[in-house]
């Protein structure tokens, strides 16, 4: 029962990397979603919702 260690802080240290990357990922989302324009927060209901591509 050496190696139980080692799985516990690979498994600890890659659960560690994932939820600080998706901290990061979710502050940047916050901080880009800040900049949009009031008119075009929601593109999913705006007017052009059907025309995918065009701004």
């Known amino acids: 029962m050496t190696h139980v260690p080692y799985l516990v802080a690979g498994y600890g240290l890659s659960i560690a990397a994932i939820a600080l990357y998706a901290v990061s990922v979710m502050r940047r989302a916050k901080h880009l979603a800040a900049k949009v ?18 701004s």
């Open 37 to 54: 324009p009031a008119e075009r927060a929601r593109w999913m209901t705006g007017n052009d919702a059907d025309v995918i591509g065009e």
